[in-house]
């Protein structure tokens, strides 16, 4: 029979991948006028584009409680929880985690004002990077069993 699951090994290559690409894209966006040249015009270079993304899901409204740096907080740092936190949670007890990643964004921003001439520290941040934080814990709460019966089952079928 074809095997067309990811073996263990596989998965682990991609997480590992995934951990360090979310690394390195934190790093830029975070302290991009302290990065070497071609990094620090990423920043610019979408730059232009934030209110194009901002019209399409109509966040100028004042009825949403967020600004949108801070609801790009959430995203950056939601989307960096859900992938290590579906990595590492049946290694490690996913509030450990998620405490990790909030330490880990207060770095991050707190470097802000200390390494860049451009970036302050910024305490609503830390309110968008804990709320993306939260929502993707409670999301790998719920799709975390989900995916290991998912794997599970199809394992046993292929076997």
Known sequence: MLRTMATVGQ?????FFFAI?????????????????????????????AHQIAAVFDL????????????????IWGFGMFGIGLGLRRRIWLPIIATA?????????????????????????????????????LLVAVLGPIADWWLNRNEALLA
């Open 11 to 15: 998965r682990r290559t991609v997480f």
């Open 21 to 49: 690409g979310f690394a390195l894209m934190v790093t830029v966006l975070s302290l991009s006028d302290s990065a070497p040249g071609a990094l620090r015009t990423i920043r610019t270079a979408l730059a232009p584009y």
């Open 60 to 75: 100028d409204r004042p009825t949403v409680p967020f600004e949108q740096d801070q609801i790009g907080h959430a995203a």
């Open 101 to 137: 990643m909030i330490a880990i964004s207060a770095v991050f921003e707190l470097l802000q004002g200390e390494v860049t001439a451009s970036r302050s520290v910024s305490l609503s941040d830390g309110y968008g990077n804990i709320a993306g934080i939260a929502a993707a814990t």
